[in-house]
């Protein structure tokens, strides 16, 4: 299989939308697909907070405009030009949460949904050392969670929000 022509067909302020004529062997195809304005990298961000011998995870609840609701994803965000995923994650998790920590892991580019986006996206693992104020975004509205590492299964089970497959993938028994 090989792409034979990619075009933009539309472009916002962060994301564009592609149509890729494709070829494989005989037949051929169109494809339609989401980017990211300037193919910024994504870093998701799981913090870890060990305190009186119990492991926490900080979580957020924000509300994503397209699906018209709250959903419980980790932090993250995008990756700034001449920014590290270190640097981002670490932003990104003081500025939704008020934590800071030290990065001590971080996955190489995986896929989100690569049917439908060419995004890529990096997992950062951080222990939080202090939760201080969070200063979000004026387009984020955001509720900082901290839940012990033995109640997450019944928290996902139990809650009425949405909650990201990043989430319940990485909780699952």
Known sequence: MKIVKKNV???GNWTKIFKSKWKNNDEEG?????????????????PRLKKNNKIYYILIKQFRIPLEDYV??????????????KECALRELKEETGAEGRVYNITPPL??????TNEKIHYAFVD??????????????????KIEKNEIDKFIHDSKSLIDCKVWL???K
Not at 30 to 46: H, P, S
């Open 72 to 85: 419980i994803e980790f932090p993250a965000g995008l990756v700034d030009n001449n920014e590290s995923i």
């Open 9 to 11: 067909i539309y472009e």
């Open 128 to 145: 939080v050392n202090c939760i201080n104020e969070s200063d979000p975004d004026s387009s984020e509205s955001i509720e900082v969670l």
């Open 170 to 172: 990485f909780f699952a």
């Open 30 to 46: 169109n494809w339609e697909y989401i980017g990211r304005k300037n193919d910024q990298k994504g870093v998701i961000v799981v």
């Open 111 to 116: 896929t989100t949904s690569s049917g439908i």
